[in-house]
T-cell receptor
Framework: EAQVTQNPRYLITVTGKKLTVTCSQN?????MSWYRQDPGLGLRQIYY???????DKGDVPEGYKVSRKEKRNFPLILESPSPNQTSLYFC?????????????????FGQGTRLTVV | GQNIDQPTEMTATEGAIVQINCTYQTSGFNGLFWYQQHAGEAPTFLSY??LDGLEEKGRFSSFLSRSKGYSYLLLKELQMKDSASYLCAVLDSNYQLIWGAGTKLIIKP
């Protein structure tokens, strides 16, 4: 079954304690991204990756790191979490969308990680 | 700046029809997506429009007018399970998805 798997689903942590949220996809997608979703603000992109070893900042990258050592995995790292990073996080993957792709290529989302930083 | 506007919340009655509008101002346009998101769950793909006109898929249809920067999602024969948020997203000139804040749809019996 095609899927994007995030772990953990729920996490409560304390300020400053490093954490990693894992994301893995089994569809051989080149493009992966991380979003945070806060009430009234919609989905905001944190980082994205067009392929292995290629990552770029999204709209709200401060306080986050990512890595893309393998095509299937795209972990999100919070080196020193703060309360303003309390949010619902989603990982997503899709095929690379380029002029030559044609048609639509939908994004597949993981189940979400609800993070609370106290 | 880039901007996508949707109503924050809408209410409709079971069995009725509802239209959720989305207007956008983005740097370039390479398609518009609609996603459905139930509370606390991941968004799931509903439709994609890149050319003007109406795309129909069962009870759901999506319309696009590129000249007006406008789209709508039409839901017919509403069911209680359609209670969810509906997200509009535009693929810009850099092939990045720009998301609206979503429209929360409440269905009443």
């Amino acid at each position: 079954e095609a899927q994007v798997t995030q772990n953990p689903r729920y996490l409560i942590t304390v300020t400053g304690k490093k954490l990693t949220v894992t994301c893995s996809q089994n569809m051989n997608h080149e493009y992966m991204s991380w979003y945070r979703q806060d009430p009234g603000l919609g989905l905001r992109q944190i980082y994205y990756s067009m392929n292995v070893e290629v990552t770029d900042k999204g709209d709200v990258p401060e306080g986050y790191k990512v890595s893309r050592k393998e095509k299937r995995n795209f972990p999100l790292i919070l080196e020193s979490p703060s309360p303003n990073q309390t949010s619902l996080y989603f990982c997503a993957s899709s095929l690379i969308i380029t002029r030559g792709t044609g048609g639509s290529t939908e994004a597949f989302f993981g189940q979400g990680t609800r993070l609370t930083v106290v | 700046g880039q901007n996508i506007d949707q109503p924050t919340e809408m209410t409709a009655t079971e069995g009725a029809i509802v239209q959720i509008n989305c207007t956008y101002q983005t740097s370039g346009f390479n398609g518009l997506f609609w996603y459905q998101q139930h509370a606390g769950e991941a968004p799931t793909f509903l439709s994609y429009n890149v050319l003007d006109g109406l795309e129909e898929k069962g009870r759901f249809s999506s319309f696009l007018s590129r000249s007006k920067g406008y789209s709508y999602l039409l839901l017919k024969e509403l069911q209680m399970k359609d209670s969810a948020s509906y997200l509009c997203a535009v693929l810009d000139s850099n092939y990045q998805l720009i998301w609206g804040a979503g429209t929360k749809l409440i269905i009443k019996p």
